[in-house]
């Protein structure tokens, strides 16, 4: 029998989640000012722009776009600490919210390409 524990080379961690977009600048502009974070980012090869986060990282990427690449269901969640307030936020900017708060805990919304996103309770 064989006691070894099988040993992967590969991490249980997600290092960055890419997310299609049409226009690399509008985007990196859009994604920087929900968050709130400096307008102020390079962006690499003309079509990526890595949003600076805590965590998990995000690229927004020109170059994969196409209508039929945007998710239609959320890759990840944002974090928050107050549901109520987080939804109030994105009402206040005009995006568009794709569900009003579930069970008390998350709510999902849209970026400019239509990507659907969610912010969750933690």
Known sequence: M??????SPISNQIGT???PVSNIKKSRDWYCDVLGLPLDG???HGHLFIVPMNGTGIVLD???YSK???FKNPP????TDNIEEAYEYMQS??????????HNHWFNFKDPDGN???VCKC
């Open 93 to 102: 900017k005009n995006i568009e919210l794709v569900t009003e708060i579930q």
């Open 42 to 44: 390079e962006i690499l």
């Open 116 to 118: 659907h996103l969610m």
């Open 76 to 79: 990840f969640h944002l974090n």
């Open 2 to 7: 064989n006691d070894k524990k099988n040993v």
């Open 17 to 19: 989640t890419f997310i």
């Open 62 to 64: 020109s170059k994969i």
């Open 68 to 70: 039929d690449k945007v």
